[in-house]
Every structure is written in structure tokens, then in C-alpha cells.
């Protein structure tokens, strides 16, 4: 079965701290890992996507097929980043449709 | 351009009754998702459109939910009879893609549609 597993509900760091948030999923073929992100009063919007393999605001995320995680790392964090993160996981359908996780809510005290 | 249209944005009903959610997707986006989300879950598939074709509506619970986009553009999520437990937010979402390019697709979404059932 396709899942994606967010542990944390919460995580709460301070400025300027290294934040990293936990995605592990299951899957047995190729899978294509997305990170999905939802400011305050904003709709859900694409992070980055692991094929891309790109820095956005500053985060990155490394797909580890032997430890089945997709982590979103950023180095430091800013306030601005207090957000609600969504893992998300498309698997071999081929239809694009996207499995979420419970997601994560970042809060980053000044 | 514009983004995903939802309407409406609230909406409080009693339970047995019925409500319909509308759809209008990017100009041009083939595919168009509905999801539901409870709070506290992620966003969960309901249905998927291929122009005006199901892709995929394995989770729909077809007693109650039925959706339709006659035209390949806009849709329609109607809950018929709503229990209590359809309380949530529904969310609609459209990818430019067909479904010869699935990789890196990128799903739009629109605001949602949060439904009360009391």
C-alpha cells in the first residue's frame, strides 16, 4: 500500500535554528516525492519536488530510497518559514494523483 | 493568470441534507482533482479527471458523493445525503498535464470549500 508518514505534528524552533522535517513513505516501485506547503490564509502550494533536485527558500530535500525518506532540511530558520508542510507521494499510477501526509506544522519563534 | 475557483467557500448544513461544491480550474489544465480534508489529515483523493473522464474515483464514497465536469472545464462535488463525519474541506486542484506526462507534475489548488454538518 502507498503511504506517507509525517511523525511530527508540531515542530517549533527558534530563528535562525537548522529545522528538518521528517517524511518516510511507503512504496514499492519509483515513487516521486513532493514537499507541499500552506502559509497562513494562503492555499496549498508546491515546495519542490525531488526530480528537480533544486533549493527553494532555502530548503532541500533528498530522496533516500533505503531509508524510504524525503526529509525537508533547511539550514536556518526564519519566521517567515511557519508554515504547514504536506509530504506528498505520486506513485506508478501514472495519473499524477498525489498521497499526502498528515503534515507538519513549523513554527519559527523570533 | 488565474488560479483554482472554489465556490463556496463556507457552508453550514444540517445533517441528510444535501450541498454542492463548484470547480473552475486553471484555463487549459486537462486534469482536475477533488480532495477531502479532515482537520488534523492530510488531504485525501476523492476523485480525478481526464478532461471529462474519471481517472480514478476508488475513494469516493459513491452512496452519498457524486461529481461530474460535463464539459471538461469546471466541476461539480455534490454530498447527498451529508452524514456528520463530511465535515471537512474540500479542496480542488488542477495540473496542466496529461496523463502521458505524470512526471513532476504540479497539482494548483484552490482555496477550499469547508463544509460544517451539524
Known amino acids: 500500500a502507498q503511504r506517507v508518514t509525517q511523525p511530527e505534528k508540531l515542530l517549533s524552533v527558534f530563528k535562525g535554528a537548522p529545522v528538518e522535517l521528517k517524511c518516510n513513505y511507503s512504496y514499492s516501485g519509483s515513487p516521486e516525492l513532493f514537499w507541499y506547503v500552506q502559509y497562513s490564509r494562503q492555499r496549498l502550494q508546491l515546495l519542490l519536488r525531488h526530480i528537480s533536485r533544486e533549493s527553494i527558500k532555502g530548503f532541500t530535500a533528498d530522496l533516500n530510497k533505503g531509508e524510504t525518506s524525503f526529509h525537508l532540511k533547511k539550514p536556518f530558520a526564519q519566521e517567515e518559514d511557519s508554515a504547514m508542510y504536506y509530504c506528498?507521494?505520486?506513485?506508478?499510477?501514472?495519473?499524477?494523483?498525489?498521497?499526502f501526509g498528515q503534515g507538519t506544522t513549523l513554527q519559527v519563534k523570533p | 493568470e488565474a488560479g483554482v475557483a472554489q465556490s463556496p467557500r463556507y457552508k453550514i448544513i444540517e445533517k441528510r441534507q444535501s450541498v454542492a461544491f463548484w470547480c473552475n480550474p486553471i484555463?487549459?489544465?486537462?486534469?482536475l482533482y477533488w480532495y477531502q480534508q479532515i482537520l488534523g489529515q492530510g488531504p485525501k483523493l476523492l476523485i480525478q479527471?481526464?478532461?471529462?473522464?474519471?481517472?480514478?474515483d476508488s475513494q469516493l464514497p459513491k452512496d452519498r458523493f457524486s461529481a461530474e465536469r460535463l464539459k471538461g472545464v469546471d466541476s461539480t462535488l455534490k454530498i447527498q445525503p451529508a452524514k456528520l463525519e463530511d465535515s471537512a474541506v474540500y479542496l480542488c486542484?488542477?495540473?496542466?498535464?496529461?496523463?502521458?506526462?505524470?512526471?513532476?507534475?504540479?497539482?494548483?489548488f484552490g482555496e477550499g470549500s469547508r463544509l460544517t454538518v451539524l
Open positions: 484555463s487549459g489544465h486537462a486534469t
Open positions: 506528498a507521494l505520486s506513485g506508478s499510477s501514472n495519473t499524477g494523483k498525489l498521497i
Open positions: 479527471f481526464q478532461n471529462n473522464g474519471v481517472v480514478d
Open positions: 486542484a488542477s495540473s496542466y498535464r496529461d496523463r502521458s506526462f505524470a512526471t513532476g507534475r504540479e497539482l494548483f
